[in-house]
Each structure stands twice: as C-alpha cells, then as structure tokens.
C-alpha cells in the first residue's frame, strides 16, 4: 500500500508536468486523443458481440454514500387517461455527482484555484445558470475508444483494496503488463479497487474521506500514455488524500490540468469477471452523456463491448 | 400522402401478425434480434471513426411540444466549500415522455386494453412504485446493432413531412433501395420525417395531436425484418391516428406485440447530414439507457458511428 | 405506559363509534366543528400577541427518520442578469409525508380496506393524477380554532415517551384538567411525546416502527369531545401498534373514520415553553395548508398566537 | 392612469427616503411594525369567523405566465404495501418565484447594485447554498396584522387595471378615504390591480414585461404609515417600468429599502368579494411561510379572517 505524502510544491510540478492547455480547441481536451483511428480500432475489438453494462442500478434509498438520492415518481399510470393505448410514465431527477451515481464529470466540474480546464475562471465559466463553458456539452457527440480494465485487486490478489490505498505508477505498469495491455494513446483507463465489492460484503461507508484511488503520481503514468478518460469503481481518488491541502488530487490533474474526463462510481465488478472469462483486459468502451446544456457532467450508462 | 383510415379490426388483426409473445423470455424482446453476431457485424462498420449525436439537448423552456420542461439547478458552486479543489455540481430532473425529450420508450411504457407486452397486465406490471416487469432495467445492457436511417423527405424531395401524414411499407422499401440498404434481422430503424427542420423553419407545436409518422401497415413490413428497434424524430406515430379508436397504433404494435423499443424524439439532422456527406444510411447505432429501476424508459443520447 | 394490545374486532367498535360519515358534504369532515363561532372565540385568545411557530425547519439531510430529504436548489443567484435589481431565486421539493417535514394530512392520504373518508373508495378517489376526492384543497381555506397543547411528559415529569408508549384517554383527561384546559367542539389538540427532544438528546431514529403516540381509545375521548384537528410532534400513532394488524390505527380512525386532519412532526418544543411560560396551554392556532390540486396533504407552518 | 416616467436620480432619492437600514436587528425588517399590540388589534377584527384564502392553486401546467410549472407527482399509491391502512402519498416541487405562485418574497431575494436589505453584500448573503442572511426563516414565526384590501379596479369603476398601469400615493389615499380604511402601523397592504381576472377573461400573459402595479411614488405613502407587508395580484410593480434602469423598482423600494416583504401573486377576487359583501376592506391577515433554511422566500396560503 502506497500512501506516502506528497507536497503541494510536489503536486504543483506534476500538476504543470501534465498539463493540456492550449493543445486543443474544441473544448473535449484529451478526449481528442480518443480520435478516429482509435475509435476505428476500438471498434475491431468487438468480436464476441457481448456487451456489460458498467454503471449501476440509480439508487433511490439515502445512505452513507448516498445522501442526496436519485428521485423517481411515476407520474402517469394507466389509472387515468381513457384513449388507448394507454400509457405509464415516470420523472426520474438526480443530483448525480456525490459516491452513488455512475456518472461522468465535465471539466467544469472542478476548480483548482479557482480555474477549470484551460485555465478558464471557474466562477466565469459556471454561473447559478450553469456551464457556459467546459459543461459536458461539449461531449454530446460521444466517447469511444479502447477500454482498458486495470483489476488492482486481482493482481493483489485481494478481494478489494481498504480505503485509503493509493495506487502508484509501478503498480499500474505491472498490471499493465500482466494483462497483456499495453496502454496507449486514447484509451479509456478503467481502474478497479473493488469499492463495490467491499460495499456488499461489509456495507457502506462514506468514500468522500476514506476512499481507495489513484496516487498522484499515477496521473503523469496516464499523461505519458496520453489517455482519454480515466474511470473507476470509486472517484479514483484515494483519501484521505495523499496531498497537503488538496482533497482530490486526480481531479484536479484529471479534470483541470489533464483535461481527462472522470468516469465515477462505477460498476466494474460484471467488466471484470468478463474479462476474466474472456482472458482480456481490452474492448470497446462507449460513453454517451445525455445533452446537459450546461451540465457539469451527467449520470451515464457505459457500456463495454468484446 | 396515405392516411387511409383502418378499423380496429384490421388494426388488430396486425396486432395478432406482428406480435412476438411468447418468442423470448429475458425481457428484451425484439432486441435479442440484435445479438452478438448483429453486434458483430455493426462494429464492423466502423471505418471512418466519424460520431453523430442522434438526441436534443434537454430542454428547459416550456412550450407546446414541452409543457413539463426539463429543469436542471446549479447545487453547488465554487462560491462554497473551503477545500481544494472546488466542485460545480447540478442537479437534472426531467418527465421525458412527451414530445420533447429524446428517450427510449421501454415495454412498460405502453399498454393495450390492460396488456403490455408479453400480455401482462400493466397495473400487475407497473405501479406507483414503478415497473416491475417491462422495465428499461431490462435494456441495462445497451442496445448495439446496425441503425439505418429511412429518410423520407430527402426521398420526397421536400424539407419535411407535413403532419398527419403517414407512411407506409411500400415508400420504405423504395426508400431502403434507393439508399442501397437492405433492413434486415437486429437493425435499428430510424424514420427521418422532417419534424424538427419543421420546427426549426415555423416553430413548435403540439405533436400530440398533430404528427408525421408511420402507418400501422408499416409495422408488418418491420416485423418481416425482425428489426430490434425503431426510431423517429417524432414518436413515429402518425397523427390524426389513421386507426379508429386508436390514437398511437405504431406505439402500440411496436411496444405492446412486437416488442419493439422506441425511439421518440430524436434529433436525426446531423444523422441526415452524414449520411448524405457519406453516401450511406447505415452505421452502428448505440443506445445506452440509464438504468432506472422500474423506469418506463429513459432519456437517451444514440450515437452513430460511421 | 399503556401499550396494552387491542383486537381488530375492538377496533373496528371504535371505528364504528367515532365515525362521522355523512355528516357534512363540504369535504372538511371535522373540520367542521371549528365553525366561525369557534373562529371568533379562539381569536378572542389572542391578548399578548406573541406567536410561536409549530413547524420544523425543513431538512435536506437524509437520516433514519429523513430518507427522502427536501430538496432545495437555487434556481438564480446575482451572478447572472443585467437588469436592475437582481434577483436570487429558489426551488423547493418535498415528498412531505413521512417523519420529518411538519405537514398536515388530508383525508385521501390514508384509506383502510380501500377506503377513505366518507366511505368513498380510495382508487376511485386518487389516481396517479392525484386526489380528486379528499385532497387538501377542500382546507384551502385554512384551519383557525382554538389550539389546546396537552403535554403529556411534562405531566409525567419526564423529559419525553419512550418511543412504543401509547397514551390514552384518562391520561389526556388528566392533563386537560391539570392544564385547566376543557377539551370541546372544534379545538385543534396538539399531543407533546417529546420526541423531537428525545430525537436531540439521543440522535435520530425511524419512528415508521418505533414511536409514543396515542392509544386508539383516545380517539373515543376526542370524537366525543369533537375535536376539528389532531397533531403531535410525532405523528399521533404508537408504534409497535397496539392493535393487531393495523399499522397506524390513530391515522385510520382519524383521517378514514373521523375526518379528522393529523398535523404531524410538529415542533412543540417551543411551543411548550411558551405555553409553561404564559401558564396557559390554549392559543389561537392558524394552519394554511399550500394549494395543491389533489394534494394528499401539504408542507405547513402552523402558527400559535398567544 | 400614471405611468410619468422617473429618472433613476428621482428613484434613488425615494430609496434613500424610505430606508429603514440599521433601524431593526432580528432580520424581520419592517415587520416589526406588525408588532403584539397590532396582532392583538388585528385579531380583535374577526368578528364573523370567515376565512378566505388569498392563494391560486398552485399550477402544474406551463404557460405565458408559467414558464416552470410546479411539478406534482404521486409518489405512492394503494397499489403498494400490504399493511393497514396504505397511504397514498406525493410530492410538490415548485421554482416559486416568478409570476404564477402565490408567494412571500424575502429580503435576500432582491438586490440593488449587489446590496440587499441593510446594505448586506447579496453575494455574501446568498450563495449557491441559500441565504445566510434575510432567508425566510427570518419570518419564521409569521405574520399577522391587520390587512387592507386596497381594490383600484372597483375605485375606478372597472374589471381591472390595464397591464402598463402604475398606480400613485394620491389615489390610494383615496380610495383608502372611500373604504374608510385608515392605513397605519403595521399594516399588510394588499392592492388589487385585477389582474387575475383580466388573465381569466382574455387569457395569460407575460407580466414580465407587462403589468399593472405601483408608482414608485406610492412607496412613500406606504412608508410613511410604515406598513410590514405589501401584497398585490400581480407583483406590485408596473412595467413597462416608470423608472429609467429600474426594471422593478417597487421589489427594490419594498425589499432592498424598507425591509417590507412582499406578497406575489395573490388570489384577491375572493377577497374583494368578500370585502364588498361585508362592507369592510380590514381584516386579520395571516401569512406562514414555510421554513425553508436558506430560502429567499417560499410559496404561502395566506389567509383573511373577518
């Protein structure tokens, strides 16, 4: 377990070392590592035709890690109306960022400093009225590319890592190279510390302090490879943190230095015994968040195809 | 323009030709038209890497086609909190039935005479707890298969189809072999009628009562293909309704006997744009809807990869 | 601590004896008895002009007794806007039932066997589209009477009930005469458990299966004392239930057999200083419900002048 | 009809008349004047014991005037649950402020030049997590004084005022002289313009930038009897506005100035019946908010006792 402390004057020159900004325009940051040719390639890998879903079920019940839940109402059943056919509809609404929701952040999710990606003003850029910048329309279009499963647990050989682990680079590599993948340009990075799996066995518990993730330094490992997103059954950050004053350090490198969309809280226990199965650890990854004029991200449904 | 009138009788004796009851068990009906090999197949496909959205931004101005109009709230701002980094978050809430909303109708939705498909009763099926059978959850997995974009005004020569106009199998066939697209087992059909380009050029109006869309015998020559999945720009049914008694036939046969997810709502210009840039109307069509337990469907962004 | 268990035949005699079906036809049931001569003389009361409000504030917090907390989002800050002057703007949403918000229940929240108030089916009356029977608009008019506080830990000289006491009515009639207050036609009783004191001494807990309230005799002692209103700072009903089979037997007699609206989770903390202070346990006591078209109930702040 | 246009020099000299900034410490403002000896004289006028409720039900349909609808949604039906008695339960939601709902604006909800009531920052007041200052909870314990029904359509002889209309000091002056109404201490001030039945004979409007209110003049009037509360059908403010710059000056007179909430929207056709039925414009006015921690105001059924 690696949770060794690292400096803001640490954090601040891998911060700089994996910046973005000024490199693209299009508002989609390093998602344009994920481009054609990759998404071309991606698509080859399909040749079992099996897909799994890796979110999960939107959770209506409070809990630890679920303080703000998921509202759902019918709002028309077939008690009413009297032309056929008749119809049952539903409202569903979601405060989705939080430790329960899969859902993606936009880069205007999070500031450092008071900057989101590209060195935009956060309080510029996201007004009481929402994104005008960074939101996650400028993801409407759709992520595709290579997925690629890193199973820390399984190379552990442990059932899920404790909160408070922090995943290094050294780590990453070896799992990297015990699967087979060798993580390149446009891939959709997909770390698993079995959060969920300790949820189930030993009930929730509040991530927002006490959370398996990534170290820092992990993230110049992801900039050298040059990913697109980077996603995980938890918020890929290990708390406590192991930086001085920053709670969520993959966040900040991620979503304001990187320009790397986060993929949270998602559920990555079906994609690894699929790919235990399967013996592979790669396959088509498809992100589609819904059109949020203005969004900070938005509840999603990933889905993995081989 | 056919609009020809049709009693219930023939209405349900098209009930009786297309229905699926009874062919599978897992929930998904027509979509297992889609498996792995339709899968396969539609990945396949993928040779420009080129992606294009097929939803609507959400929308949250109240109009004719959107009384309940999506609402989205900033929950959080940088102007909060005290630990670095800072987060923007918001909250979504939307009733995305309607005609407004691109979605994915699931099962549930839509009930004929007390029935949704498969014959179970709907209020056993649904209740103000939500779906119990027929649920979207059942569609968890995403729906991956070949779409084929059926684009009727471009093959009239018009901007757009008026309402109350209804289109039937014999100007799809000679629209799928003008395009050179032969529908066949697994695809996801999309009728382009103009809708949106209407609106954009004369402004809204209520769709309810006043659409393009398809006529029931339109369904025959679906179910003939075995498709898995149907879309429009509008909700794909035609509307004065041609069936007497009647007021959404295509919902009805494609959800109720067919077991035929919709597709309502959706944004197919850029999709025509494409096709026509590309000289080809089908493509992989991808549909991840959230997974809302006991949800009636789901708000939905489709992309296409070319 | 009376929780001594109760047959459903015996219940169903009290149901019988302090029903009041038929007696009006203005949908107020009980209401009724607070008629202008009450209105006139609970306003008569008002002499100090101090007032004191009955309602919690409402908790966004999702705890034991919150599971569904409110939800309240700005909807506009100063941040946006060009015009003078700006404007701050909210959105509020509460599932109000349930043991937190302070709210009143209409008679189509609660139906025994299928029915509500009056008899009248409880399907028939509330559909997905709402109460059109029994709703809470028939109170849009508001509820004035004379409120009369009954305290029962501070007859008892104890700091609250034990969740699972039930009191009944030679206790309540005790402390109307220790009080020096005589119960009589369309007074709003108010029942202290102490519970909220208890809930900041001890923590939170779910009172759906463990909460002091009344015991159904009690209700005999109020029909025949005619009341117009019942409220607690729980929700009126002792759980485990004294009677077999029945969950909520002082909801059902009530709201189904009495037509009598509950106040529930009522803050009476202050209300009893107030009441302790003055030397006097009766007050002018102001309930306006919000307008909700088929309502079940409605959030309230009631209000005690002095 | 007055509608003299006002310099923005003029405006600011009537704000700085009428301010009552440092005059109170406990955030009610110029309720204050509604003070006991004012509770106690309002409740001495409720001699008849009819109430009326100065509320529109609130509107779940989106219109000119109603671009947010309130949404309300059954969140349980008798369709669920096996124990007695089963509830039928929902949920109400509603973006208050604008011009549909009848509500109480609070102080943080207007500022002028970044300042609300006192002189307080609105950006420090009120963040994306609410108000920390001038909430509603301010006026948690209520409001009850006398009311005057100040009824310029049945002064003037007609059904209502049209939109563009503001009304002046020297004609409330008489009309309060018609009525026999001395406005004075403490008053809550409602003036009817006859907007809703304008809306009810020729259908919604937008009052954003169309309606009938007062003359900012009429604001010294007011000041001078120090009244606690301002209420009107519309939202007091005439627009086009009189005041160059000034899109709502009365919100900021009432607001920002004098610490005088405001009441939006009320249902006063009631009301005016009611009072042309008794011959008496006086009445005690209840008004109780609900506890919304942070709100900038919230939806109100106040109600007239007589």
């Known amino acids: 377990m690696m949770t060794a ?32 040719g990759q998404i071309v390639a991606a698509a080859e890998m399909v040749v079992t035709g099996r897909t799994v879903s890796l979110a999960h079920d939107l959770d209506t019940v409070a809990g630890p890690d679920n303080p703000n839940p998921t509202i759902h109402h019918m709002t028309q059943l077939s008690d009413v109306g009297v032309s056929e056919p008749r119809a049952n509809m539903d409202f569903i609404g979601t405060a ?25 003003s956060s309080s510029a850029a996201v ?20 997925g690629v499963l890193l199973d820390v647990p399984r190379h552990r050989g442990v059932e899920w890592l404790e909160p408070g682990t922090a995943v290094g680079p050294d780590e990453l590599q070896e799992i990297a190279l015990e699967q087979g993948s060798e993580v ?8 698993r510390t079995g959060q969920r799996a ?36 938890g918020d890929s950050d290990a708390r406590p943190s192991p930086v001085e004053g920053i709670k969520s350090p993959i966040h900040a490198l991620a979503l304001v230095a990187m320009g790397v969309p986060l993929l949270d809280n998602m559920n990555l226990e079906d994609l690894a015994s699929m790919c235990g199965e399967l013996g592979r650890w ?15 991200g938005s509840p999603v449904n990933p889905v993995a195809l081989f």
Chains 1, 2, 3, 4 share one sequence.
């Open 5 to 36: 402390s690292m400096t803001r004057d640490e954090f601040n020159r891998i911060f700089d070392a994996v910046c973005t900004w000024g490199r693209w325009d299009d508002g989609r940051g390093s998602v344009n590592h994920a481009g054609p």
């Open 96 to 120: 989705y960022h939080g430790k329960s929701v899969t859902h993606l952040d936009a880069f205007c999710h999070c500031n450092l400093e008071g900057s989101i990606y590209e060195g935009v």
């Open 127 to 146: 007004s009481s009225a929402g994104g005008s910048s960074g939101s996650v329309l400028d993801l409407a279009a759709g992520i595709f590319s290579r």
């Open 184 to 191: 390149s340009v446009g891939d959709l990075i997909l770390v």
């Open 198 to 233: 300790r949820r189930t066995a030993l009930g929730a518990w509040d991530p927002s302090n006490f959370s398996a993730g990534l170290h820092p330094t992990a993230m110049v490992w992801m900039a050298e490879r040059r990913i697109a997103v980077l996603g995980s059954d």
């Open 282 to 296: 790669e396959f088509l990854c498809t992100v589609a968040p819904l059109r949020i004029p203005g969004g900070t």
